[in-house]
């Protein structure tokens, strides 16, 4: 790849900005949802009405790069869906939202899907202070919320409401499964940096939490907000008697983050060890030789290494290399914004086959069904089982270690879903 085209690549995936031959890449969705069910299929579908399925999603902005990613996945699930049938012989439409990587504008457009646009259900969200600042109004208008990205742990605790539901992990399970590795294998003493937002606050409790209880000891934190272009003036302060730095970022603050600390030596002198989002397979190009030997944790990996290698998980790679490829020459491999919006949408598919759910007004019904839902391994659900628990509507699936050697992702052990449960904290209204 020749500088200009890393240039251009990089600027893509972390510039934040959309054009319209960017967006018609990602399929018809973002110009108007009846393109996403082709003529002829939707002559198979005759009259079948709609599910229309609301997504949310930072198509510009700080958090642009995996939002783009996460429609991915979005539009993988539906259009398989829509060409195998639909559910229960209806075809899905959906209605695509720019929340533009901010709460305000990011609830205001969800309230036009609600109003407007009449959504049935709604998969999606990135930005953890954007699905915590959305999420009153799903209860407000009573309509399912499948959240796809957001790891802020106050959704399924403090925060839970009825109507949202996380099929994946959040941050109590991963540091649950993380944290003996942490302290038993690496080192006792550990300083955290982290996002100072929502999501980086409260994955930076649960793992203080678990370090100790794990038998280690935690030395210091630094906060640092989103979108710092320069965090020198916060990794220099970073110093001490400790075995390990433990880093929680994402995006293009992880490539910040990863790069900066190495340059001023921190990676060097302390293990370096952190969320698995600052090593997702659409950072690797731009953090390079930086990321080598970085110790993480992730619910997907692009690998196909003891467990991952089936067929289902083989069949979900290629299509979604194949639809990443087609906007970005590039050729991202990809990672879990990909794979976790894509089994949302597939969580929603099942609940509304189980409930027999028609519309807004079978909403109880699907809420009932997902409570307690139990996904299988297969072509819907290729990252494994997981079980999406009644009393918080919070999954709970197999965790991966990994480091990365020569710049590929290295599994190092695989933590069962059982071994990742912990006591609900969640008090519906």
Same mark, same amino acid.
């Given at each position: 790849?020749?500088?200009?085209?890393?240039?251009?690549?990089?600027?893509?995936?972390?510039? $934040?900005?959309?054009?319209? !031959?960017?967006?018609?890449?990602? #399929?018809?969705?973002?110009?108007? %949802?009846?393109?996403?069910?082709?003529?002829?299929?939707? @002559?198979?579908?005759?009259?079948?009405?709609?599910?229309? &399925? #609301?997504?949310?999603?930072?198509?510009?902005?700080?958090? =642009? @790069?995996?939002?783009?990613?996460?429609?991915?996945?979005?539009?993988?699930?539906?259009?398989?869906?829509?060409?195998? $049938?639909?559910?229960?012989?209806? +075809?899905?439409?959906?209605?695509?939202?720019?929340?533009?990587?901010?709460?305000?504008? #990011?609830?205001?457009?969800?309230?036009?899907?609600?109003?407007?646009?009449?959504?049935?259900?709604?998969?999606?969200?990135?930005?953890?202070?954007?699905?915590?600042?959305?999420? +009153?109004?799903?209860?407000?208008?009573?309509?399912?919320?499948?959240?796809?990205?957001?790891?802020?742990?106050?959704?399924?605790?403090?925060?839970?409401?009825?109507?949202?539901?996380?099929?994946?992990?959040?941050?109590?399970?991963?540091?649950?499964?993380? @944290?003996?590795?942490?302290?038993?294998?690496?080192?006792?003493?550990?300083?955290? /940096?982290?996002?100072?937002?929502?999501?980086?606050?409260?994955?930076?409790?649960?793992?203080?939490?678990? &370090?100790?209880?794990?038998?280690?000891?935690? =030395?210091?934190?630094?906060?640092?907000?989103?979108?710092?272009?320069?965090?020198?003036?916060?990794?220099?302060?970073?110093?001490?008697?400790?075995?390990?730095?433990?880093?929680?970022?994402?995006?293009?603050?992880?490539?910040?983050?990863?790069?900066? %600390?190495?340059?001023?030596?921190?990676?060097?002198?302390?293990?370096?060890?952190?969320?698995?989002?600052?090593?997702?397979?659409?950072?690797?190009?731009?953090?390079?030789?930086?990321?080598? #030997?970085?110790?993480?944790?992730? !619910?997907?990996?692009?690998?196909?290494?003891?467990?991952?290698?089936?067929? /289902?998980?083989?069949?979900?790679?290629?299509?979604?290399?194949?639809?990443?490829?087609?906007?970005?020459?590039?050729? +991202?491999?990809?990672?879990?914004?990909?794979?976790?919006?894509?089994? %949302?949408?597939?969580?929603?598919?099942?609940? &509304?086959?189980?409930?027999?759910?028609?519309?807004?007004?079978?909403?109880?019904?699907?809420?009932? =069904?997902?409570?307690?839902?139990?996904?299988?391994?297969?072509?819907?659900?290729?990252?494994?089982?997981?079980?999406? !628990?009644? @009393?918080?509507?919070?999954?709970?699936? !197999?965790?991966?270690?990994?480091?990365?050697?020569?710049?590929?992702?290295?599994?190092?052990?695989?933590?069962?879903?059982?071994?990742?449960?912990?006591?609900?904290?969640?008090?519906?209204?």
């Amino acid at each position: 790849m020749t500088d200009k085209k890393h240039q251009d690549d990089q600027e893509f995936w972390y510039s $934040g900005k959309v054009t319209r !031959r960017r967006l018609i890449g990602y #399929g018809g969705g973002v110009i108007g %949802a009846a393109m996403l069910v082709p003529a002829p299929w939707r @002559a198979a579908f005759g009259q079948a009405k709609p599910y229309k &399925i #609301g997504s949310s999603q930072p198509l510009s902005g700080g958090a =642009a @790069a995996g939002g783009k990613t996460a429609l991915v996945g979005v539009q993988m699930a539906v259009d398989r869906i829509n060409k195998s $049938g639909g559910i229960s012989g209806r +075809p899905i439409d959906l209605v695509i939202a720019d929340d533009e990587s901010k709460p305000d504008v #990011g609830r205001r457009k969800v309230e036009k899907m609600l109003v407007e646009d009449k959504i049935d259900a709604h998969v999606g969200g990135f930005l953890s202070n954007i699905c915590v600042a959305c999420a +009153p109004v799903w209860d407000e208008y009573r309509v399912v919320n499948m959240i796809s990205v957001c790891l802020d742990t106050t959704l399924t605790t403090s925060k839970c409401t009825r109507y949202s539901f996380r099929p994946f992990d959040y941050a109590p399970a991963q540091a649950v499964a993380f @944290a003996p590795y942490l302290v038993n294998k690496l080192g006792k003493r550990w300083h955290i /940096a982290f996002l100072d937002y929502s999501w980086g606050q409260s994955t930076r409790d649960a793992y203080i939490d678990e &370090i100790k209880k794990s038998g280690g000891a935690i =030395a210091g934190t630094t906060g640092i907000p989103l979108n710092t272009a320069d965090m020198t003036p916060f990794l220099s302060k970073i110093q001490g008697d400790f075995d390990g730095l433990f880093g929680i970022f994402f995006g293009k603050d992880g490539v910040t983050f990863t790069n900066q %600390a190495y340059d001023l030596g921190l990676t060097k002198k302390y293990k370096y060890a952190g969320d698995g989002a600052i090593a997702e397979s659409t950072n690797m190009p731009a953090l390079g030789a930086k990321i080598e #030997g970085f110790v993480g944790v992730n !619910r997907y990996l692009p690998i196909f290494d003891g467990p991952l290698n089936t067929p /289902a998980h083989k069949k979900f790679f290629d299509e979604a290399v194949k639809r990443l490829k087609a906007i970005d020459p590039s050729g +991202p491999l990809p990672d879990r914004y990909v794979q976790s919006n894509y089994e %949302a949408i597939n969580a929603l598919k099942l609940g &509304i086959e189980k409930s027999g759910f028609r519309g807004r007004e079978d909403t109880e019904k699907l809420v009932g =069904a997902l409570e307690g839902l139990e996904m299988k391994e297969g072509d819907d659900f290729p990252q494994g089982d997981k079980t999406l !628990r009644k @009393a918080d509507h919070q999954a709970f699936l !197999r965790e991966l270690l990994f480091d990365v050697k020569d710049g590929k992702h290295r599994l190092l052990e695989i933590i069962s879903k059982e071994k990742t449960v912990v006591p609900p904290a969640c008090k519906f209204a």
